[in-house]
């Protein structure tokens, strides 16, 4: 049987290379964007042309937008992945208010324990979510009256 012998140079290089949990952690991006939205809630009156807009930042990079409200049919990606350095993004749009959209409706709140009561709402949530170049997500939501 013939024995190894490793110098003890190698076996210092070795382990003073590795990366501790913490390491690799703190190198990771756990930071989400942020979003600033210049109104997060505005009482229109139906048929009326509204303007969103708002600053998004990120260190690492904005990759995707996207602004949805799937009962007046809005659906506006903004894919930023092809770009090299987007930190600061300012998104902007101009929506139409259905002339029929709603103005009161009533909807089920549901609870952790599995109950649930049922409340009139009078606000559309529009939302506005974006990730960074490392997926981490941050949604914004407008909330719309309508007169």
Known sequence: MRKVIIPFAIILLVLSSCETTEDILNSIDH???S?????????????ESVSISATIEDESGIERVEFSYGDWMINEIKDLSDQTSTEIYEFSTEI??????????????????????KVMQQFHRLELKTWDKNRNERKGIVYIKVN
Do not use: C, H, R, T
């Open 96 to 117: 139409m208010v259905p002339a029929d959209a709603v103005k009161e409706w009533e909807e089920d709140k549901y609870f952790n324990d599995a109950s649930s009561i």
């Open 31 to 33: 930071e989400v964007p």
């Open 35 to 47: 979003i600033i939205l210049d109104q997060d809630s505005l009482v229109v009156n139906a048929g």
